[in-house]
């Protein structure tokens, strides 16, 4: 080579050559799987979606009422990630400084082998039957997983007072939410009026969150909604749903990838492991492919300048780009949108997934280990959870069925991402953004980033946003732990070609990267715990506020509230006894003298409480009860003894 012009055309030819070669071997493997030509598909996602129903032989029924296709599509939510608790330490063996006169205690990083895979093995729609009002539908609990008809209902649903605590880690029944700005914490109003956090101003947009408070006109698949009802949500009403047939129709073409898959990693063939991951994957995503965002683009010459005006006047105009040669883009929205993709498939994919996450939490982990185990984080199909016991290893031995403990990718198993290396301390700071050291292992950023001095095991830490040569390079667990407690941004310097009007560049960008920020959670002062929106817990702090108690006492009275506790995991044997009463307003009059001998100041309070019992509102009626009881030892500038509160419980014959 003589100039630097020879090695720009050697690297071309070399490099269009390889690429040539790379995709007439995956030519070739298309043709033998499944007997289809890439070069005739747009996109990998659209040939492996023909590739399903050749294989299945399946004939979906699209739906042609809109009112039900509004409905499944207020039924597709994505997948779950928050962070529950910001912060945990292991004590173990493992653990360089281990405290022996402390109970042990581990962090596991658990992840659901092919979650959506496993999911799609299981029986799926194939065609809607249409609506059923609320009298049609049948006893949820009584229809099997294998039914040739199930059902997607629209309901009101409410998580029980008592159990708030017992949900609080990872609520059941996830929504899009707006968050409003009145919800947040004091915690998450201070980083807003954080000049360099927040800006001063809050800014929010639709998430997917957990929260505690009651679900309205809620859709969900019937299996999820059995597991919802089996751990204590209830349904509150029925507004009606949609019935349809069902059958295990993507169970072959599944199962096949993934034993092509393992055949694939046996022999050490990245390219087809990545290829039959990539066909189960693709054809999850093309069952609820949103069309309504499709849009068609015009290519018009500069000169045709009327018609560009006219394009550029129409509701349906998004914007447009000028290349050089005086060609102009105009991008459109559809005027007219053919819905033509089953998404009651997309939705069941993502409700069953859901169930499966939530049975291992509260079909196993909690069963297993109580208030014993705490989950620190979820992302979809994983967990981070400190869980207290003697040795977890050990535990997870003992359940083949449920823990991957060989590492086989069977479905439905969970496998430890940190590979058997014990976890020693995790930081959880918003989804996305959050780090797992393991024990003993070095958490510091090397001052050098290039030294070429051997490196240790960092652990994992992910940083969505942030390009992952700088995360590797710039953020390790010690950055994490700083902006936790520091409460501050770290900003990084980002190099990459990107491409404006079809003109390459290198672009230097200076962006974000942790932020200690959070608002799908109530979290509390410390940085580190946290509530879900609706927790009673947090009504109680802020009445507490309002009445003139500092946020770092309230926000400690209500954590600790375990005479609450009583009453609220109590509260249904009273109400059971309260409507036996063949005059409850009477029993309400004198239950109250009994439980506050002065109650004449507070007449109107008990009648909004006995207003709210004849509206069978009974979590706000159990609400109203605590926050009188709070309000008259504020008044009486006092706090009842332990005895006192002992015979208000007993006066209620609880």
């Not at 598909?41 to 299945?56: E, T």
């Not at 019935?243 to 295990?248: A, D, L």
């Not at 190099?495 to 799908?520: A, C, F, M, T, W």
């Not at 706090?639 to 208000?648: A, F, L, V």
């Amino acid at each position: 080579m003589q100039s630097f012009g020879d090695y720009h055309d050697l690297y071309l030819e070399t490099d269009v050559l390889l690429l040539a070669d790379v995709f007439m071997n995956y030519t070739i493997i298309c043709l033998q799987d499944d007997g289809l030509d890439p070069s005739h598909y747009v996109s990998a996602p659209g040939m492996f979606n023909d590739s399903l129903y050749k294989s299945s032989g399946v004939e979906l029924k699209l739906m042609t009422d809109m009112d039900e296709y509004l409905m499944v599509e207020n039924g597709i939510r994505g997948g779950m990630t928050m962070a529950s608790h910001r912060y945990a330490q292991a004590n173990n063996l493992k653990c360089p400084d281990y405290d022996s006169s402390k109970p042990d205690s581990w962090i596991m990083y658990e992840d659901m082998n092919a979650l959506y895979s496993g999911a799609m093995t299981q029986y799926m729609p194939t065609e809607i039957l249409g609506k059923v009002s609320p009298e049609e539908v049948p006893d949820i609990q009584s229809i099997a997983p294998d039914a040739e008809i199930g059902y997607m209902l629209e309901l009101d649903l409410e998580a029980p007072v008592h159990l708030h605590d017992y949900f609080a880690d990872y609520p059941l029944a996830p929504e899009k939410q707006i968050i409003p700005e009145d919800w947040l914490s004091l915690y998450n109003e201070r980083l807003v009026q954080d000049k360099e956090v927040g800006g001063g101003k809050y800014t929010t947009g639709e998430k997917l969150v957990q929260t505690l408070y009651p679900k309205k006109n809620y859709v969900i698949h019937y299996r999820a909604l059995q597991l919802y009802m089996k751990f204590g949500v209830k349904v509150t009403k029925i507004h009606g749903g949609l019935k349809f047939r069902q059958s295990p129709w993507m169970k072959d073409y599944i199962e096949e990838n993934i034993c092509k898959r393992k055949i694939a990693k046996a022999t050490g063939d990245e390219f087809g492991v990545m290829y039959y991951k990539l066909k189960n994957n693709a054809v999850f995503g093309k069952q609820m492919e949103n069309v309504r965002k499709h849009m068609r683009v015009e290519l018009l010459r500069t000169e045709e300048d009327k018609k560009i005006r006219r394009l550029a006047s129409s509701p349906l105009y998004v914007g447009f780009k000028a290349f050089e040669g005086g060609i102009t883009a105009v991008h459109m929205l559809k005027g007219t949108v053919t819905l033509n993709k089953p998404i009651y498939v997309g939705q069941a994919i993502l409700d069953i997934s859901k169930a499966m996450m939530y049975n291992f939490w509260y079909g196993y982990i909690k069963p297993r280990y109580g208030d014993k185990a705490r989950l620190l984080y979820t992302d979809t199909d994983s967990l981070i959870m400190w869980i207290e016991t003697e040795d977890i290893y050990k535990d997870r031995a003992e359940r083949p069925d449920i823990f991957d403990l060989n590492y086989s990718g069977d479905l439905f198993l969970m496998k430890d991402e940190s590979k058997g290396d014990p976890i020693g301390e995790s930081v959880c700071l918003k989804p996305k953004m959050y780090s797992v050291l393991p024990a003993g292992h070095d958490p510091k950023t090397p001052d050098d980033p290039d030294s070429e001095k051997p490196k240790k095991k960092h652990g994992i830490q992910k940083a969505k946003g942030v390009k992952k040569c700088v995360v590797k390079r710039e953020l390790r667990h010690d950055k994490f732990l700083e902006c936790l407690r520091n409460k501050k941004l770290t900003r990084h310097d980002m190099y990459g070609l990107r491409s404006y009007d079809h003109q390459i560049y290198l672009e230097r960008v200076n962006k974000i990267g942790l932020n200690p920020y959070d608002n799908k959670r109530w979290i509390l002062l410390d940085g580190i715990r946290t509530l879900p929106y609706g927790h009673w817990r947090i009504g109680l702090y802020k009445r507490l506020v309002a009445s003139g108690i500092s946020p770092e006492e309230a926000e400690e009275r209500a954590m600790k509230g375990k005479k609450y506790d009583n009453l609220a995991k109590n509260y249904g044997d009273y109400l059971k006894k309260l409507r036996a009463e063949k005059d409850p307003n009477n029993y309400i009059k004198t239950l109250a003298v009994k439980m506050f001998p002065k109650e004449e100041a507070y007449t109107e309070r008990l009648e909004n409480y006995r207003k709210r019992y004849e509206d069978n509102d009974l979590f706000a009626s159990l609400e109203e009860l605590y926050e009188l009881y709070y309000q008259i030892a504020k008044e009486e500038n006092r706090e009842r003894s332990e005895d006192e509160i002992e015979q208000m419980l007993k006066a209620m014959a609880i």
